[in-house]
């Protein structure tokens, strides 16, 4: 079977005209000895005849008779082996490199049965597809950090990770520098197939060159300004053993501030990082914008729990021999705050009363729970009035009505006093649901006090009630959030106050704590999935037993606990 003619490349001749490479039968000539690149002939024996001029300079000892396999590379020599005895079934396209560079060959018989080998040098054409497929790659590795460095606001967990892919993918070992916290500086440190670790330890930095400069953001100091064998002993990992040969110090450039610096090391024996300074910085710079995030969201994170610790109702505790329950569900399930509040402020001795406050601000969450917080500081301040009940009210709403809020509030005020085994009782309502007394026998009496909004007009006008709670009976100081819980089984009923009186029947001789999770429990069961407003409750007790703490001045004796419904 004859073998298949493959067309060779477009040959140009020295005149600039193309050359039919046929022209290759009639011997070296004018024709293809000066083709602008190699060209060599070898007969079916695998021995050279002929090489242009081109070729000369790949293999300047070759000559003619010269076999292919001790003149030329093997994967040449072994494609012409092929192409001359049939087995390429005449089509034969072979690569490979020559010296430093890398050529294509194609093969082209002549009528005498020689092969004319034609190098097409391609070493261009794959040093720029290898450059497109570094750049893709490091693109989708940049992709991928800041993927998995966004995915957490966790501050420790950012720096652990930066540390970790630095190793992975840029170095045998990182360390983070983060900034400083007062004289120490929080240091991450990891190493390919070790644990990654974290101190906090005094370091001086500028033992380091470029250390200083990037911690203060400026541009990166270069690779070779830096002499591995003067690194300071707290710039490496405790296992890397391995001798530095090369180090980056990056900067990690964050939202205005910077967010520390990363440093990389390579051991003597991996290649340096002069070809990959630039791509070390873009992860830095990816880094860093992770961390700053991250340690944004920590700071604001801290700021919030401290004013959250503020806003949110306190703890509730047994008071010279009086019990007081509270529980606190916000509107909003995913909110801590809103615009339900109580505090109870604890007279300083048995004999003195005790100051209870439960109020409910017009609105929900954040904005609501601002002016709770301005009226407990307002009531707060006010304590030494509180013998006088309308006054500290009008005062509370000459405060409010000076302020920039156009927010009113319904307030319930109680003074708690404990006379032997009973607890007496100052309620004054301003435009607040009265509270609900509920006798030994089950009986709930609805307290005689009215009053007007605080914060809406400029006259208070409010009616103080007197009520003797004996022992095992309770008063309970709720906001709308309980009667207005709209569910049922249509979803569309209100709970109302003759549920809640209904309820509150059967808590007779109940502790306060019992009372008010008992109520919080029932109202959670009626709304269901549903919305609901803010719901606060407080209810104070006497216990059944005499307090025996009461007489030698202990004012705590047993500790119920605030609950906040989830």
């Not at 916290?181 to 991450?188: D, E």
């Not at 307030?411 to 006093?417: D, F, P």
């Not at 605080?454 to 309970?476: F, N, Q, S």
């Not at 429990?521 to 037993?545: C, E, F, K, N, Y």
Request: a neutral charge; charged letters at 20%.
């Amino acid at each position: 079977m004859g073998r298949v003619p493959v067309a060779p490349p477009r040959v140009v001749g020295s005149s600039g005209s193309p050359v039919d490479p046929r022209c290759v039968a009639a011997g070296p000539g004018a024709a293809w000895a000066h083709a602008p690149y190699p060209v060599l002939v070898a007969d079916r024996d695998g021995r050279l005849v002929e090489l242009n001029d081109a070729a000369r300079q790949l293999w300047s000892d070759a000559v003619r008779g010269d076999k292919l396999r001790d003149t030329v590379p093997s994967w040449l020599a072994e494609a012409h082996g092929r192409f001359t005895d049939g087995t390429s079934g005449g089509a034969v396209r072979t690569a490979g490199a020559v010296a430093d560079r890398f050529f294509e060959a194609h093969p082209t018989p002549t009528d005498e049965g020689d092969v004319v080998w034609w190098l097409v040098d391609d070493t261009d054409r794959r040093l720029a597809e290898a450059a497109l497929a570094g750049t893709r790659r490091r693109t989708a590795l940049l992709a991928d950090v800041s993927s998995q460095l966004l995915s957490t606001l966790n501050l420790t967990r950012c720096l652990e990770a930066t540390a970790r892919m630095a190793t992975d993918h840029l170095a045998e070992a990182a360390v983070l520098v983060a900034p400083p916290q007062g004289r120490r500086y929080p240091l991450t440190y990891a190493f390919r197939g070790g644990p990654v670790t974290r101190v906090t330890a005094p370091v001086e930095v500028r033992d380091l060159p470029g250390l200083a400069e990037a911690l203060q953001g400026f541009p990166p100091v270069p690779a070779r300004w830096i002499d591995p064998a003067r690194l300071p002993g707290w710039s490496r990992p405790a296992g890397f053993r391995e001798p530095v040969g090369s180090v980056i110090v990056a900067p990690l450039p964050g939202h205005g501030v910077s967010a520390g610096a990363l440093v990389l090391l390579r051991s003597s024996s991996e290649q340096a990082f002069s070809d990959d300074e630039l791509f070390a910085r873009l992860f830095a710079a990816r880094a860093g914008a992770a961390l700053s995030a991250a340690r944004l969201y920590t700071e604001q994170s801290s700021i919030t729990a401290t004013l959250m610790r503020e806003l949110l109702p306190p703890r509730l505790e047994s008071v010279h021999g009086v019990e007081y329950a509270g529980a606190y569900r916000p509107a909003r399930d995913n909110e801590h705050i809103g615009g339900d509040f109580y505090d109870v402020h604890p007279g300083a001795g048995p004999a003195e009363e005790s100051l209870v406050t439960l109020g409910d601000v017009a609105g929900k969450g954040l904005d609501a729970a601002v002016l709770t917080g301005k009226i407990r500081n307002t009531l707060h301040a006010l304590l030494p009035l509180a013998t006088d009940h309308v006054r500290m009210l009008t005062l509370l709403n000459k405060a409010l009505l000076s302020s920039p809020h156009t927010r009113f509030a319904t307030l319930v005020l109680a003074s708690v006093r404990r006379r032997g085994g009973e607890v007496a009782l100052r309620l004054t309502s301003a435009g607040h649901l009265p509270p609900l007394i509920v006798r030994a026998d089950g009986t709930v009496e609805e307290a005689a006090t009215r009053g007007s909004l605080i914060g809406a007009l400029p006259r208070v006008t409010a009616t103080t009630a007197r009520v003797t709670l004996h022992p095992g009976e309770t008063c309970l100081l709720y906001t709308d959030g309980v009667t207005e819980a709209r569910g049922g089984p249509l979803g569309d009923e209100l709970f109302g106050e003759h549920r809640l009186k209904r309820v509150l029947a059967e808590c007779a001789g109940l502790p306060a704590e019992a009372v008010v999770e008992r109520i919080q429990m029932l109202t959670a069961q009626w709304l269901g999935p549903g919305s609901h407003d803010d719901i606060a409750t407080v209810a104070i007790g006497a216990p059944r037993v005499a307090d025996r703490t009461v007489a030698d001045g202990q004012g705590r004796a047993r500790s119920t606990t605030h609950r906040r419904t989830p």
